[in-house]
Each structure stands twice: as structure tokens, then as C-alpha cells.
T-cell receptor, first 114, second 111 residues
Framework: KAGVTQTPRYLIKTRGQQVTLSCSPI?????VSWYQQTPGQGLQFLFE???????NKGNFPGRFSGRQFSNSRSEMNVSTLELGDSALYLC?????????????FGSGTQLSVL | QKEVEQDPGPLSVPEGAIVSLNCTYS??????FMWYRQYSRKGPELLMY????GNKEDGRFTAQVDKSSKYISLFIRDSQPSDSATYLC???????????FGAGTRLFVKA
């Protein structure tokens, strides 16, 4: 079974630009979560989607948004990028419809904002 | 106060040592307790998964959950240089659709 795939692997943007990151979950997983990881703050929860519905959201500004498609693939978007948005963005899929909290992570997208 | 507290380390031990990693938490609704291992430039991978209280053993790894003290531990026996990584505790509540992570403890096992 293929793992969680995130694209692109690396991204360099400038302040004010916007960015879209993509995540393909493990086949059969309908829950996709997004996390931001920085050295100072660790792993911070962004949002979780299940069957195209956002079920929970972390404490991030509205510039961070996401969506999930009918095939469970997910995208997250960050608009008006700030220097502080530089981080590793991780996507995780899960079998949550069976009350299973095991998360399977992709390798992440390393975003650098200059 | 953070929901999950974990000492970031770093923790340095000689090969063969027993390693003890710990986390405390404040939310009594947490029922799922996990440990993830993360190597440099990789995503976290699930190491141990426990529901509610008790102990769980898998090879050289033992996870313990003490819900009365809101304290979880991961023990690594006969540590190897390949165990050098960041270890993250994680927890979630039923129906919460959100997993909270500790800051992660950086472990170095010296050959």
C-alpha cells in the first residue's frame, strides 16, 4: 500500500505570495489532518477533514485554509505569506471513521518564505 | 499552560542504555495515547499506540499510561544508535478529530 504523498517537497516563496500544498492519503483513508512544524513551536494542528468536511480547526489565522476532494485528496492554501509561515507542513491520513486515532504522515513540504 | 508537556532535551545516552521518555497532560478527556518517532527531514512515524490506561510492549519498546497522574512514558531497552531521533508523544480524545503533540524529545544514542 502506498503511503501518504505530499507535493511539492520543497517550496520557496516571497512575502505576500500565496501557496498551495497537496496531500494524497493512504488508499481507503478518509480523514486528512494538516500540521505545521517549527523548531520553536513543535507540531501545531491546522485542520482535519473527513469526507470533504472540515471537522476541526486549530488556532491559525484565516490566511490558512484547506479543502478535501471526493477522492480524499486534500490541499491547503496559505495566502499573503509572512516570514513566520516558514515551516515544515505535514499531512497525515487516518482511518478515523473506525475510531482509529493512528496517524500516518507524509514526508512534508518544507516552505521557506523570503 | 500547554495541553501536553514534554521535555525537548536533548538526551544523550550510551549504546545499550535504557531510555525513559515522558509526557504530562492536562486534558482528562484524552483516551488515545501515542508515541511517534521522527528522523531528520522525515515525517513522524507511529511507534506505539495505547487506548486508555495500562502498559503495552513491542520488542524493545514499552509504553505506559497512568491516567490518574496524567502521565505517559516510553521506555527503550538496549538502545541502539539507530534509535537516535526525535520522539513525540501525542494524545487525542474520542470524537475530537484532533491529535495534540508534545514538543518532542531529541535523543542521541552514542556508539
Amino acid at each position: 500500500k502506498a503511503g501518504v504523498t505530499q507535493t511539492p517537497r520543497y517550496l520557496i516563496k516571497t512575502r505576500g505570495q500565496q501557496v498551495t500544498l497537496s496531500c494524497s492519503p493512504i488508499s481507503g483513508h478518509r480523514s486528512v489532518s494538516w500540521y505545521q512544524q517549527t523548531p520553536g513551536q513543535g507540531l501545531q494542528f491546522l485542520f482535519e477533514y473527513f469526507s470533504e468536511t472540515q471537522r476541526n480547526k486549530g488556532n491559525f489565522p484565516g490566511r490558512f485554509s484547506g479543502r478535501q476532494f471526493s477522492n480524499s485528496r486534500s490541499e491547503m492554501n496559505v495566502s499573503t505569506l509572512e516570514l513566520g509561515d516558514s515551516a515544515l507542513y505535514l499531512c497525515a491520513s487516518s482511518d478515523r471513521d473506525r475510531d482509529n486515532e493512528k496517524l500516518f504522515f507524509g514526508s512534508g513540504t518544507q516552505l521557506s518564505v523570503l | 499552560q500547554k495541553e501536553v508537556e514534554q521535555d525537548p532535551g536533548p538526551l544523550s545516552v550510551p549504546e545499550g542504555a535504557i531510555v525513559s521518555l515522558n509526557c504530562t497532560y492536562s486534558n482528562s478527556a484524552f483516551q488515545y495515547f501515542m508515541w511517534y518517532r521522527q528522523y531528520s527531514r522525515k515525517g513522524p512515524e507511529l511507534l506505539m499506540y495505547t487506548y486508555s490506561s495500562g502498559n503495552k510492549e513491542d520488542g524493545r519498546f514499552t509504553a505506559q499510561v497512568d491516567k490518574s497522574s496524567k502521565y505517559i512514558s516510553l521506555f527503550i531497552r538496549d538502545s541502539q544508535p539507530s534509535d537516535s531521533a526525535t520522539y513525540l508523544c501525542a494524545m487525542s480524545a474520542p470524537g475530537g478529530f484532533k491529535t495534540i503533540f508534545g514538543a518532542g524529545t531529541r535523543l542521541f544514542v552514542k556508539a
